[in-house]
């Protein structure tokens, strides 16, 4: 480890952005392994590497005493004087050991520590890129498929697609290319991890909003989602200007911005209704399709009673009661539908 040690270590400073010390603090730390495992580890050693030319010497770390119990560890005073007269009893007393064939151990060892100290950095590298883009959609592509597990190479590194995170009946072929949404990002011992989502609200807003303009440029907001990932999404949004219709823009001309979304979820069906701050005419829009003849809010239970015409009893409540359990998780309100005739009926009781 010379001259061109120190200069491989400065190019390794420039471009991963690793501090030569903290290779070096590393690399002694390694060294003294690599000597107690091949020179007996009953020392108390330590190994200095010169900075400036890259010299390894080894030394031996004894503490002076009156009468020596133990060589590897103890020096007398009477020795320690003659190295140099001002030691005193409890003072350590380094002398060097350095074998011979040490250069062999240390340029072995040396290639070990900066390719894992390497490995690490660009661990970290990737690790900060990406958990600065949780809840973001990045397009990858399907690597393989193992145990349900999806694996998506996003370039620099790979993220899973777990199966509580898929799309049920989604078909995940090797080598197609797909939109995902960034769950979370994890530190682990082998770098990090990054869980992916097909399923996650997030990932339709986000595809909204790569979409629609108005609702990137901050005209159109998104209020609320609420989705049954691979059947159905209901998405709240409103206009921060009266001249914008925020369900025309999500929607776009002839449907072609629902259209491309719909088509990057395959078939997903979405309904875009308007939030309002009047919760009755909320309620009332999330039902969409269906029309509704009166709401009956409880402010107390935050439930509502809301009476639909008798023929779009079913069309409210929706297949297996998809509809109105979508429109109760966007609104946040328990919601009771009845047709008008059942609520007559009540009422004349």
């Not at 989502?197 to 986000?206: E, F, N």
């Not at 909003?209 to 998104?222: A, K, Q, R």
């Not at 914008?244 to 078939?267: M, Q, T, W, Y």
Request: aromatic share 6%; glycine share 6%.
């Amino acid at each position: 480890m010379k001259a061109e040690f120190i200069q491989a270590l400065e190019e390794i400073e420039k471009e991963k952005g690793i501090s030569k010390d903290i290779i070096f603090d590393a690399l002694e730390s390694a060294l003294i392994s690599g000597y107690k495992k091949n020179f007996g580890s009953s020392q108390n050693v330590e190994v200095e590497i010169d900075r400036t030319t890259g010299s390894v010497k080894v030394y031996s770390n004894k503490t002076i005493v009156e009468d020596v119990s133990d060589e590897f560890l103890e020096i007398s005073l009477d020795e320690a004087k003659e190295i140099d007269s001002k030691y005193e009893v409890d003072d350590i007393v380094k002398i060097e050991i350095t074998p011979k064939n040490f250069g062999r151990i240390a340029a072995q060892t040396s290639k070990q520590v900066v390719m894992q100290k390497i490995k690490e950095a660009e661990r970290e590298v990737i690790y900060e890129e990406f958990v600065n883009r949780e809840n973001e959609i990045v397009t990858g592509m399907i690597q393989r498929v193992s145990k349900n597990m999806v694996y998506i190479d996003l370039g620099k590194t790979e993220g899973v697609l777990p199966p509580s995170e898929q799309i049920e009946n989604e078909n995940y072929e090797q080598g197609g290319r797909i939109k995902v949404y960034i769950l979370e990002v994890k530190k682990t011992t082998k770098g990090p991890q990054i869980i992916l989502s097909r399923s996650h609200p997030g990932l339709v807003k986000r595809l909204f909003e790569l979409e629609v303009p108005e609702i990137h440029d901050g005209v159109v907001d998104i209020y609320a989602i609420s989705r049954e990932a691979g059947s159905r999404t209901k998405l709240a949004v409103y206009s921060k200007d009266d001249n914008v219709d925020p369900v025309g823009a999500c929607v776009g001309f002839k449907g072609s911005r629902v259209k491309a979304i719909v088509e990057e979820l395959n078939g997903e069906k979405i309904d875009i209704v308007v939030w309002s701050k009047n919760v009755d005419e909320f309620i009332s829009n999330s039902l969409s399709p269906s029309q509704v003849l009166k709401v009956e809010i409880d402010e107390r239970e935050k439930s509502a009673l809301v009476v639909v015409p008798d023929f779009q009893l079913s069309l409210a409540i929706g297949k297996e009661g998809q509809n109105a359990r979508l429109a109760a998780k966007l609104t946040n309100w328990k919601i009771d539908i009845k047709s008008e005739s059942q609520y007559k009926e009540e009422i004349g009781e």
